[in-house]
């Protein structure tokens, strides 16, 4: 699986911003999915997770702001953003894995995306 994310850029505080992942291949619906961001000089942690069978986790800090969808018909993950703040700022990365559950451990996701930049102006 080879995974696309794309959707990011310069946004100002309390603006909303959707992130989207295309996976090649077949059998997308099998995959579970995750976003995880890094910021700069941080550790990548995890943002938000939806099962192969639509079951959806969310990081505590993103609860409520964030919202993670996929459309198996187009083989895309999004991420819906909503007001968003400075500290949102990072690389995010899409992850795939083979079914499973919407995990938040990155070494439980055997594909990686290359990250797109949102950057988050006060």
């Known amino acids: 699986v080879q995974l696309q994310a794309s959707g990011g850029g310069l946004v100002q505080a309390g603006d909303s911003l959707r992130l989207s992942c295309v996976a090649s291949g077949r059998s997308f619906s099998s995959y579970t999915m995750g976003w995880f961001r890094q910021a700069p000089g941080k550790e990548r942690e995890s943002v938000a997770a939806i099962s192969w069978s639509g079951t959806r986790n969310y990081a505590n800090s993103e609860k409520g702001r964030f919202i993670i969808s996929r459309d198996n018909a187009k083989n895309t993950v999004y991420l819906h953003m909503h007001s968003l703040k400075p500290e949102d700022t990072a690389v995010y990365y899409c992850?795939?894995?083979?079914?499973?559950?919407?995990?938040?451990?990155?070494?439980?996701?055997?594909?990686w995306g290359q990250g797109t930049l949102v950057t988050v102006s006060s």
């Open positions: 992850a795939a894995k083979y079914y499973g559950s919407a995990s938040y451990e990155i070494g439980d996701y055997d594909y």
